[in-house]
């Protein structure tokens, strides 16, 4: 009689056979697995590099955190990691020149394929060193009138894509590697 083996442990053919189908039938589930843990992943470092970004209010608080929600959904085959705020793209791609190099250039290796380069939002204003906005918005008097120098581009969700981007492989074989799917 043949033996054959899987993962060094002996087994007779039909053993065998039985263990590749179990493996072929839990796949699906393994990979929606795999897709989850990375979007979990990714949600939790933007969570904490979203907290570690910061704007720079001249005449108010000085350098602020603003707040940021992180979260993903799931949609079935696919998990869409999600940062929702105010601030979000600021923090992402940067304003103003001070931070972040001269107009119509970006410290982001994303912005050229969204068109978001420093000083193009709005009416260029970003474009100057110092500039000024209300808020909120429709309070147009001096108190809420807030200048700045503008946001670093801090890149939270760059950041959080290029490390899960490392980690992808050492995911799965976490997830096959673990008992049942």
Avoid: C
């Avoid at 949609?75 to 979000?88: E, L, Q, T």
């Avoid at 110092?130 to 429709?138: K, L, R, S, T």
């Amino acid at each position: 009689m043949l033996k054959y083996s899987l993962n060094g442990k002996p087994m007779d053919l039909d053993s065998l056979v039985a263990a590749v189908k179990k493996y072929r039938d839990d796949l699906p589930e393994k990979a929606k697995q795999v897709r989850r843990r990375v979007a979990q992943e990714m949600a939790d470092l933007m969570e904490s590099n979203f907290g570690g970004a910061w704007y720079d209010d001249v005449l108010g608080e000085g350098m602020s955190v603003p707040a940021v929600e992180v979260f993903f959904e799931d949609r079935g085959d696919i998990h869409v990691v999600v940062a929702s705020g105010d601030s979000v793209v600021w923090q992402e791609f940067g304003a103003g020149v001070t931070y972040n190099g001269a107009a119509g250039s970006s410290p982001h290796p994303w912005a050229g394929r969204n068109a978001f380069y420093i000083g193009t939002y709005g009416k260029g204003l970003g474009a100057r060193k110092v500039w000024g906005y209300y808020d909120p918005p429709y309070m147009r008097d001096r108190e809420h009138l807030k200048l700045t120098y503008g946001t670093p581009a801090s890149m939270p969700m760059y950041h959080a894509a290029e490390d899960v981007k490392q980690r992808i492989a050492e995911i799965a074989r976490e997830v096959f590697e673990e008992g049942g799917a």
